[in-house]
């Protein structure tokens, strides 16, 4: 048994954050390592040291096991954990950490070597008597023997590079006529990938659920399971979301599989953290497919079934204690999880780039996230911004929790995929549980992103006014709104909206004074009262009807988000009419009041923002102040005069 007092995470983004959390619980000191890209990530300023690593390409940064091993000396680390990614399965690294005289958290080098190729890892389960995807594996990759495998395995095919991960290095073969060429451009970028062109071919299951094992090892031998994750619904064979328990398992099934993984961990000696991976197909069969020798990114809904807190049980491991029970913990509830991430569903899922404005996340859930007002996500690191998870006492609440909790998630800056989630979540063929690994396909047109509605468009037209009268007037909150210094009839705003929609949006301060009349697409709505808290505005219209949206507005640029959808708004440059009352240089009243005071005599110089006139309406005063140093050429109104809204005040010209 050995202490661990500083464990360094050689990773970053939301796993370094998750990693170290569980480490301060622990009473443990953590060292994070960054390249200059995070710098100031939440992850970084969230360990007790941190050691900066190289320039941005993870090849210079997270990948260099020297500037790790470098780090991890210099700040007197004992162990140091790979999160998942990047060098977490790599046998080398595994090694070099040990021969360092430093613990690494996770199974030993020879271990991580020989499930790290899906070739051995398949004959090590077949030797277990795991049943895996029939195929070939052999060692013998001549094109011969492949073209001879390929016919007895019968197509559609798929064929894997051994050394593949992350969805990568997969090619479906639907006949013979696409052999030859799928075997030769696999290869290549087997090579290019993984270093390694080892391919493996397998039967095709069609339309087959994901659903793996989570496993743990510890060092006296003793291997237990803690039960499934299904991860059907995936994109590009990445996963989306995942969930436990899976609704495809029975009592019987469900111990038949975690056997299964036990075996198989038992047979090379697992220790660790680790994720026996199967497919399942339409009758039920299930095969293995290959071993991820890490913590998972899907780890979170074990945890909130099983109750246990898998870091800490890697981080027990590692000091070499007894797990302490040789059964898994009964599962209790369900728990799903979705990923977060900087891509756009709607342009196949390509990720994007941005500056996350603000973020915030209701706390019914479990977020795990590595961003925070103001992250950059640029275009080094993996997409996902991290993962949303929710726990409820059957799988129905759990998704309706989690839908919630992404309609309400404020993300403004960035195009995530956040709604194409929600909308996972309330689709009716996800409710009943009937998932395969082509959901996204299948549904893809009840998935898609629907245009917002002249009514959605118009509650963020709404809220946009309201946000910039109150951001106009923050120390009178209850001024009466609209005013302005401009002569023109109407306030005008066009917005642009995606690439070709437009909207006008006209607002005026009501005949009492006391609400707004906004006119949008022709219709006019008429807001009573309104107010704004941090981000959040609400106004009632006159139907009594109250709504809240969130505002963000950066230059030109704005998002709302309202009733689960955000929209993305660019202000178009105002040209203001030119009224018969248009003066060059004139100011108006913004509002009928009396003119209290005059501060200024024709003919002097006034800075910017010099107060001009002070106009009281409602009890309240207004000053109208000087838009632009220059001179008072003229002067309109005395006090005590009354006067009407867009009544001309002064000229003032430079
Ligand atoms: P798999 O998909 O291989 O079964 P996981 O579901 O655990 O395994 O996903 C691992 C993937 O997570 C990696 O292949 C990578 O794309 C992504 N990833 C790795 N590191 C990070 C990180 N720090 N933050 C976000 N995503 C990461
Ligand atoms: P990776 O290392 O990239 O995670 P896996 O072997 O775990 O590779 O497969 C990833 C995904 O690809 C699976 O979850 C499944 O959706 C699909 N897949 C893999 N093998 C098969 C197969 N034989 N038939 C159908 N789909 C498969
Ligand atoms: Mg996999």
Known sequence: MRTLHKVLVANRGEIALRVMRTCRAMGIATVAVYSDAD?????????????????????????????????????GADAIHPGYGFLSENAAFAEAVTDAHLVFIGPPAHVIAKLGSKQQAKRIA?????????????????????????????????????????????????????????????????????????????????????????????????????????CSIQRRHQKVVEEAPSVALDAQKRAAMGKAAVELGV?????????????????????????????????????????????????????????GYTEAPPQKGAAIEVRLCAEDPEKDYLPTTGTLHAVDIPPTIRAD??????????????????????????????????????????LPGLVTNREHLARILAHPAFLSGELDTHFLEHHAGELAARQPGLDQLRVAAVALV?????????????????????????????????????LAVGYRPTADGTGVAISIGGKVTTVTRFGVDGDTVWFVADDGHRRTARVCVRGAKAWVLSEGQMLALVEQPRFPELGARHVAGGLVAPMPGKVVKVLVGEGQEVAQGAPLVVL??????????????????????????????????AVVTA
């Open 39 to 75: 710098a100031d990530a939440p992850f970084v300023r969230f360990a007790d040291e941190a050691v900066r690593i190289g320039p941005p390409p993870a090849r210079e940064s997270y990948l260099v096991i020297n500037a790790l091993l470098d780090a991890a000396r210099k700040t």
């Open 126 to 230: 077949q030797a277990a008597h795991v049943p895996t995807v029939p195929g070939y594996e052999g060692d013998d990759q001549s094109q011969a023997a492949l073209l001879a495998a390929a016919k007895s395995i019968g197509y559609p095919l798929l064929v894997k590079a051994s050394a593949g991960g992350g969805g990568k290095g997969m090619r479906v073969v639907r006949g013979e006529g696409e052999l030859a060429e799928s075997l030769e451009r696999a290869r290549g970028e087997a090579k290019s990938a993984f270093g390694d062109d080892t391919l493996l071919l397998e039967r095709y299951i069609d339309r087959p659920r994901h659903i793996e094992i989570q496993i743990l090892g510890d060092t006296h031998r003793n291997v237990v399971h803690l039960w499934e994750r299904e």
């Open 466 to 502: 309201v946000h910039g009268i109150a951001a106009r007037r923050p120390a009178q909150p209850l001024a009466p709104p609209g005013w302005r210094n401009v002569p023109v009839a109407d306030q005008q705003l066009v917005y642009t909206h995606g690439e070709d929609r437009e």
């Open 616 to 649: 009281e309406a409602m009890k309240m005063e207004h000053t109208v102040r000087a838009p632009a140093a220059g001179t008072v050429r003229a002067l309109h109104v005395a006090v005590g005069e009354q006067v009407d809204a867009d009544r001309l005040l």
């Open 369 to 410: 996230v590595g961003i925070v007002a103001g992250t950059e996500i640029g275009i080094h690191y993996d997409s996902m911004l991290g993962k949303l998870i929710s726990y409820a006492p059957t799988r129905r609440e759990a998704a309706q929790v989690l839908k919630t909790a992404l309609d309400h998630t404020w």
């Open 267 to 323: 047979a090379v000696g697992y220790i660790g953290a680790g994720t026996v991976e199967f497919i399942a197909d339409q009758q039920g069969n299930f095969y293995f497919l290959e071993v991820n020798t890490r913590l998972q990114v899907e780890h979170p809904v074990t945890e909130l079934t099983t109750g246990l807190d898998l870091v800490r049980e890697q981080i027990r491991i590692a000091r070499g204690e007894h797990l």
